[in-house]
């Protein structure tokens, strides 16, 4: 259409100007030419709606414009997609424009553009896509609109750099992986951990946080504008002591927050936790570990808050309470269900029968991730690889859905953890082969493969599975559902992309921050004995102090994994150097090793010193 204007006081009303528009079409095209006749201030608003399915408002302000009688604005949208509530708008072209722009978003709330278009004066236009939609309706719009091969990327993990993904920003590439339509979330990339055993990455985009955010925003603008539908990728990654990161702020381990006892002390934990992530361009942390120690021998302890339910629970609801404040982050927690409670203390490569009774299993081990997700409403749980009563837990519908959807009121998406799902044919024996694993998986109730393994492995036996009648697609679409809806709810739709990159930098490790992990490293300590008032020394009395063990010179006790890994470590023996320089003699020694050359069967086997 084309309307002229020549009296502010009328408001365009667009609806009546659109004509022979097909109810029923996908493809929309609408151009626009307003002509403004000598006016200092023009302020013109346009809105019109389609059947209720669609609602533009665009905004015209022209300033300035003195006996101007030809500035033409005409510009041409191509709206994609076009079904109930949303679009997926993208601005092609607009004449008389010396300054081109294309904006690509996809499934949103609020859509803003800004052009400065130079005719015979600046001129700044708005271009707004605005929907009142609730939650559930967007989206069910959006996986209206997605294939099988869409729905099913949507449903696992690409390991990141270097530990499944080979490259650290996005290559014409890929393009032609499966990728090219979409991912659900990417793990672990660029945080700088390599393997077990190696030094932290010494790639470029790890350091410093300004740049490691310009990265993932990167990676994230080829899901957004390189995609069909543009679904943004949810960036995973650790965090029980702080962020996986290069550098991040360093709290003690779980087992030492839990050791505060300090519900508020937590929540602070969390929120830096995740502040921190959301600034370095992470959308999604695991934790917390809402698992009960039962034995101390067990190698994960150290990741645990203690061997009380009613801790774990309290101090757990307070760090989700913290990373998902104002839905910075989502929250994870793990590992889920009765997990931590392997045989003899040792996990090994059984990770099988946790042999408890029922009983045990409720009140002890289910009871702290009802109570965390019935009142802090965690987004996130993944999904342990160990079986119970028999049964694997990673292909049990009781376990993943009735209890934990039915019972527990669960809304956000499960996650797997390591070979979860791969056991069900390796270790437990339930599947045949991986097609038969994925099948059991996925029904019942698992809504992201996460491992070690590429993502074809995963994705292409299940859209096989589909195809031949495996699986209803219907289950397909169920999973998603959940997955989309963390998405939306932790904003990746409105905001995909981290836009203050130098306030990574000043975020970062800042002096506040390092203020709460200090205070969280002192609460952490507990005096079991101090015979004789020992304690504290007197600096000015004493002349010789002995440092001795294994772990009075090691770094290892703060770089413990899922934190930070290049963290400035003071080991005790350096601390008690500093603190007595000039006034006391510190011997040290380190007297053993932690364990020997044939450990662990040196705990049960005999060998020769």
């Known amino acids: 259409f084309h309307r002229c204007v020549k009296n502010f006081t009328n408001v365009f009303d667009l609806e009546s100007c659109i004509e022979c528009i097909n109810a029923d079409t996908d493809t929309l095209h609408i151009t626009l030419s307003c002509m403004i006749y000598t006016f200092d201030t023009v302020d013109v608003v346009m809105e019109f709606t389609l059947d209720n399915r669609l609602k533009v408002r665009l905004h015209v302000l ?102 499944v993904l080979k490259d650290d920003l996005p290559p014409p590439e890929w393009k032609e992986l499966l990728w090219k339509d979409g991912i659900g979330a990417i793990d672990e990339h660029l945080n700088g951990f390599q393997q077990w055993g190696l030094p932290p990455s010494d790639n470029a985009y790890v350091w410093p946080a300004s740049r490691h955010a310009w990265a993932l925003n990167e990676v994230q603008r080829f899901f957004v504008e390189d995609t069909r539908l543009g679904i943004p990728v949810d960036f ?93 982050v989502a929250a994870t927690g793990k590992h889920f269900a009765a997990y931590s409670n392997n045989k003899g203390a040792r996990e090994g490569m059984a990770r099988v029968d946790p042999q408890m009774s029922p009983r045990e299993v409720e009140n002890i081990h289910i ?53 979860a799902v791969e056991y069900l044919y390796t270790k437990h024996g339930t599947a045949k082969d991986m097609k038969e694993a994925v099948r059991q998986s996925v029904e019942a109730g698992l809504n992201v493969r996460c491992t070690f393994r590429s993502p074809d492995s995963f994705v ?50 800042k002096e506040e921050n390092e203020a709460i992990a200090l205070q969280a490293s002192r609460e952490s300590i507990v005096l079991l004995k101090n015979a004789g008032e020992l304690l504290p020394l007197d600096i000015n009395s004493t002349k010789k102090i002995a440092v001795c063990g294994p772990n009075a010179n090691e770094e290892g006790y703060a770089l413990t994994h899922y934190g930070p890994l290049a963290v400035e470590v003071t080991t005790v023996l350096e601390g008690i150097q500093e603190k007595t320089k000039g006034k006391a003699e510190v011997l040290y020694t380190k007297g053993c090793d932690l364990v020997d050359a044939h450990w662990p069967e040196s705990e049960i086997i005999d060998y020769p010193l």
């Open 460 to 509: 292409l036996p299940l859209r096989e599975l589909v195809k031949e009648g495996g699986l209803s697609e219907e289950v397909i679409n169920d999973r998603v559902r959940d997955i989309l809806r963390v998405k939306f709810l932790i904003g990746l739709f409105d905001a995909p992309y981290q836009t203050d990159l130098a306030g990574a930098d000043r975020e970062v490790e």
């Open 236 to 328: 995973t990654n650790e965090g029980i002591r702080g962020v996986e990161s290069y550098r991040a702020t360093n709290f003690p381990t779980q087992l030492g927050l839990g050791h505060t006892w300090n519900r508020e002390l937590i929540r602070q934990v969390g929120l830096i936790t995740g502040r921190e992530a959301r600034m370095l361009g992470y959308t999604n942390i695991y934790a917390p570990i809402l698992d009960v120690g039962r034995d101390q021998r067990w190698g994960r302890y150290e990741e645990v808050y203690g061997e009380s339910p009613y801790l774990v629970a309290e101090l757990g609801i307070e760090m989700v309470r913290g990373l998902q404040h104002n839905h910075q």
């Open 62 to 163: 022209a300033c300035n414009f003195n006996n101007i009688c030809d500035a033409v604005l005409a510009s041409k949208f191509h709206v994609v997609y076009f079904r109930s509530y949303y679009c997926n708008l993208v601005i092609f072209y607009f004449r008389s424009v010396t300054c081109l722009y294309k904006l690509c978003t996809v499934y949103t709330g609020t859509v803003k553009l800004n052009l400065h278009i130079f005719t015979t004066d600046d001129l700044t236009f708005e271009c707004r896509c605005e929907t009142s939609a609730p939650l559930e309706a967007r989206i069910e719009n959006l996986l209206q609109q997605m294939t099988l091969d869409e729905k099913t990327c949507q449903m696992v993990t690409l390991y990141g750099y270097k530990r």
């Open 367 to 419: 009871s702290p991730f009802k109570r965390v997700i019935r009142e802090a409403g965690m987004l996130g749980v993944m999904s342990s690889y160990n079986d119970y009563d028999g049964i694997p837990v990673q292909g049990s519908y009781y376990w993943l859905t009735t209890r934990l959807r039915g019972e527990m009121g669960f809304r956000g998406y499960v996650v797997s953890d390591s070979d």
